[in-house]
């Protein structure tokens, strides 16, 4: 192949390069665009009262700041959470008295949502598999975030079970960064201080670690 050859497979090589970065950079545009009018379309979400009342009792807690027990905050609500008939009502476990003895995250959001049934905050609320054997085919499994919504993630790098492994409760919507800010029980997080501590805890999540998104409907409360 001649130097001219060579010259001119080498000009056509980065037309092709500069033709190659052009579609890239469109495709990224497109994307920014679509996830912007992803989040755009969270505004027209409008959360219900109970919901409302459900973050209005989780900022309750929080600023009771609740931490696990003998990390110097008041662990006796833990056990309003997982054992009394306004949270997961499972009367007949043992007091609460040392941290890992439960895993209460569920517990938790279903004392901010003490208006649901019963029914529901003992047999589904408790865990990740049951929130998703029940509701992920029955319309209350949605695909972006409100204030009051019930949220899995992932608390771990490989992202499994498919169903999250913590539940946690919205208080915000998705910022253009992918974060919003929660509350949750049994967490590592910020307390009402703002000292990183395990209790109930704020933190701020990102949308890659959801795993799952549920809101509920009106007929899943006692009237």
């Known amino acids: 192949m001649t130097k001219a050859e060579l010259q001119e497979e080498l000009k056509e090589a980065r037309e092709s390069q500069r033709r190659l970065k052009r579609s890239l950079s469109l495709a990224?545009?497109?994307?920014?665009?679509?996830?912007?009018k992803q989040l755009n379309?969270?505004?027209?979400?409008?959360?219900?009262?109970?919901?409302?009342?459900?973050?209005?009792?989780?900022?309750?807690?929080?600023?009771?700041?609740?931490?696990?027990?003998?990390?110097?905050?008041?662990?006796?609500r833990i056990n309003l959470y997982i054992k009394s008939s306004k949270g997961m009502g499972f009367s007949w476990l043992d007091d609460y008295t040392e941290n890992g003895q439960s895993a209460?995250?569920?517990?938790?959001?279903?004392?901010?949502?003490?208006?649901?049934?019963?029914?529901?905050?003992k047999k589904i609320l408790p865990s990740c598999y049951r929130l998703y054997e029940s509701w992920n085919n029955s319309g209350r499994r949605v695909n972006e975030i409100s204030i009051g919504d019930i949220v899995t993630v992932f608390t771990n790098d490989s992202h499994s079970p498919?169903?999250?492994?913590?539940?946690?409760?919205?208080?915000?919507?998705?910022?253009?960064?992918?974060?919003?800010?929660?509350?949750?029980?049994?967490?590592?997080?910020?307390?009402?201080?703002?000292?990183?501590?395990?209790?109930?805890?704020?933190?701020?999540?990102?949308?890659?670690n959801v795993?799952?998104?549920?809101r509920l409907k009106d007929c899943d409360f006692d009237e």
């Open 28 to 36: 990224l545009m497109d994307l920014e665009v679509s996830f912007k």
């Open 41 to 76: 379309f969270q505004d027209e979400v409008k959360p219900s009262n109970h919901a409302y009342d459900a973050i209005k009792r989780a900022k309750s807690e929080f600023e009771l700041n609740v931490t696990e027990p003998g990390l110097g905050g008041d662990s006796s």
């Open 104 to 121: 209460w995250c569920g517990a938790f959001v279903a004392f901010c949502y003490t208006e649901l049934k019963l029914s529901i905050r």
């Open 162 to 208: 498919k169903y999250g492994n913590h539940i946690v409760l919205a208080i915000s919507l998705i910022d253009e960064n992918g974060e919003f800010e929660t509350l949750e029980g049994n967490a590592k997080g910020a307390g009402p201080n703002g000292d990183w501590r395990e209790g109930v805890s704020k933190r701020t999540r990102n949308i890659n």
């Open 211 to 214: 795993a799952c998104i549920y």
